[in-house]
C-alpha cells in the first residue's frame, strides 16, 4: 500500500521517515520528494509498505504523531491521472 505523508519538516530524511513507519509496518520503499533546482524537501513523500493491514495501521498511528516538530498527516495515496504528454493535452486544450 502506498501512503502519502505530508507536513514533513524539511530537514526530515527518509531514514527518519523509515525509521519512524518501521515501528507499524514493513517499509519496501520511502521517497521524499524534493525540488528540482535545489534539492530541498517539499514537505511531503511516499512510503511504501506490504500490506493494506500495515498501512492502515500507519495511518492511524502515524497521522498527528510528531516528527522533527511536526505533526505528521498520513493518508491513502490517490493514482496519478494518465497523461498522454504534452502534445495530447494541447490537442485537448488549444
Same mark, same amino acid.
Given at each position: 500500500m502506498n501512503l502519502f505523508v +505530508?507536513?514533513?519538516h524539511f530537514d526530515t530524511? /527518509?531514514?527518519d521517515l523509515r525509521? /519512524?513507519?518501521n515501528r507499524y509496518a514493513t517499509v519496501t520503499r520511502c521517497h521524499i520528494v524534493r525540488d528540482r533546482e535545489t534539492g530541498r524537501s517539499k514537505g511531503y513523500a511516499f512510503v /511504501?509498505?506490504?500490506s493494506r493491514t500495515e498501512g492502515m495501521t500507519c495511518i492511524y498511528e502515524l +497521522?498527528?504523531?510528531e516528527l522533527? !516538530?511536526?505533526a505528521l498527516s498520513v493518508q491513502i495515496a490517490q493514482d496519478r491521472p494518465a497523461s498522454? !504528454?504534452?502534445a495530447a493535452h494541447r490537442r485537448r486544450w488549444g
Open positions: +505530508s507536513n514533513l530524511t /527518509e531514514l525509521r /519512524e513507519f /511504501e509498505v506490504n +497521522s498527528g504523531a522533527d !516538530g511536526r498522454d !504528454g504534452p
